[in-house]
């Protein structure tokens, strides 16, 4: 199950960089391609506004 990232979002981009396999998109409220994602983690520890987690 991909990490998923909910509408708390406030696109500061500091997940994208963070993910290893590029599944994150640019948006008002930014989106995870869950045929990308790897459930790594990574993301989320990021998140300053807690607005990703496990779908």
């Known amino acids: 199950m991909a990490y998923v990232i909910s509408e708390d979002c406030v696109a500061c981009g ?5 993910c ?22 990574t993301c989320a520890d990021a998140c300053p506004s807690g607005a990703i987690s496990l779908g």
């Open 20 to 41: 290893p396999v590029g599944a994150i998109s640019e948006g008002d409220i930014y989106s995870i391609n869950p045929d990308e994602c790897t459930e790594c983690g």
């Open 14 to 18: 500091t997940c994208i960089d963070e």
